[in-house]
């Protein structure tokens, strides 16, 4: 009899504490062997789900079993390879007894657990880097393609907007007053959401080609307008003086004494470019950007990030490097 | 012989304004063929303005312009004038060479690659053919061991000989220097006057704008000093230079000049 009363109580008691309701000092000897029960049959969830019952110590003799229970889950936990949920675990210990040293010894276990080893940060390199890689060269395409389009698109721009001819003036100053004036994630929203809904759906490295070729081109527009009116007057005189036309002139006289002045703040441009293309993995492209993020929210790893980061510094030194370079070129007459 | 007594160039009654400012006052002038005509006068007084109207280089507000005897530049349109079409325009600046103060030499070609320009872009000749004129010119100037360099390691007085070798390469028939030795040190003045000299000697016809009045008598046929857009004085140089002293403001100048 006396036994049934106690599995009884055990047994109210129980669904009391699932309740989330407590009346005072419980032993929770039963739920402790219950959970080792469920741990050697393998169902380490069902472990869990019964230790996380035992709830904060209402009074001072439940501390211990709280204290116990809790560390069983964190190692349940830790063996799981679930670190920062073992840490959580043991912070809530560390909480009401910040001296407790069992919990102190397995959070310094832990932390040293999650300082990654060489070992781990190589193997996470080498799983990372073919994803990334892939990325990277559709990165490389976006800032080539647009390398392409946008001082062609400059070109046009700047010409219009020197030319004496009103509207086609008017027309690319709107082109670049819009394109400089609204953000560039707007502008591909726009291409890509936007456009469909006028009956032209695009693919999304079109799409963005077109988005960032449109938007470098009004920012290059300008660069290029301004390096063509630096030119001496004396130079587009001198020209038309032995028979050239204006398109002559600028072809052969200006435009070419433009590239060693274009070259710095174009140069700036592109290295931009190479992290603005970062903004179109909004528009459904797999980049870099877009690569990296994927592989970060599968594996919680910050690798992922770290390698990015690095792919984008040698993307912005090399070319930082080959535009040094084009400068010197483009200048050499004035070298010699 | 109708031919000979023609005029190269007419200019009559050209205007020119800048807003409230006339620079070019109804200017009559004419150039016969193989002439030397000086030009003087104080600045601002308009001597460029008139150079550059010549070559359209400024749109003027009056007056018409005959070259070889048949006007150009300028079309009626609706009672109202018009600059000729472009390529019109183009054809008359090729066949007249400028020479400017500062040069302007495209500084991105070489020494030969400026003399090409003319007859490879505007005349489209073969390469071949515009380097063997342009080299002819550098002899002419001599600079032909300069063939080769950009125009930023020369002199003054070889860069503005350059641009006298990259106007003669489109066979000109007038040739117009604006002050083309006003930005060359003293020493270096008497090579690019030698070089005009040649020209000149050859039967080349030219205007030239000058402050040497040295020079001035030594070539000129006729001398014109002007002052605010009009002409004051025209003459032979040993009677404008002589009767201008009866003249306050071309004793003046003459006398600030020496
Ligand atoms: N583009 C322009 N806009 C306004 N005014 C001008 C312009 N070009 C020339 N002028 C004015 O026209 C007048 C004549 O100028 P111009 O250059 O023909 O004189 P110049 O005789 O050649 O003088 P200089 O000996 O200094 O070269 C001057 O008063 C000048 O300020
Ligand atoms: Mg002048």
Redesign the interface.
Known sequence: MKYLAGRAFVALLFLWTLTGSCLGAVDYDQLFRQSSDLMAQGDLDGALALLKQVPTPAVEEEAGSFVSSRMQAARILASQNETTKALATCQEVLKLFPDNSEARNFVAALKDQLKPGWHTVLADTLRFLPALAKGAVMTLLLVLCTMLVSPLGGLLIALGRISTLRPVSWLCWFIIWFFRGTPLLLQLFFIYYGLPSLGITLAPLTAAVIGLGLNYSAYLGEIIRGAIQSI?H??M??????????G?AMR??II??TYKRLMPPIGNEFIALIKDTALVSTIAMVELMRAADQLFNTYFNITALVLAAVIYLVLTTIFTFIFEKIEYRAGI??H? | MSIVSQPLLKLENITKRFKELTAVNGINLEVTLGEKLVIIGPSGSGKSTLLRSINLLEEIDEGTIHFEGSEVGYLLRNGKRHLDRPHAISALRAEIGMVFQHFHLFPHMTVLGNVMEGPLTVQRKSAEEARSIATDMLVKVGLSDKRDVFPATLSGGQKQRVAIARALAMRPKLMLFDEPTSALDPELVGEVFDTIHTLADEGMTMIIVTHHMGFARELADRVIFMESGNFLAEGAPEEVFSKGQDNERIRGFLNRLL
């Open positions: 001496d004396g130079q005189e001198a020209a038309k003086a032995i028979g050239m036309s204006y002559q052969r006289v070419p004494q007459y004035e010699r």
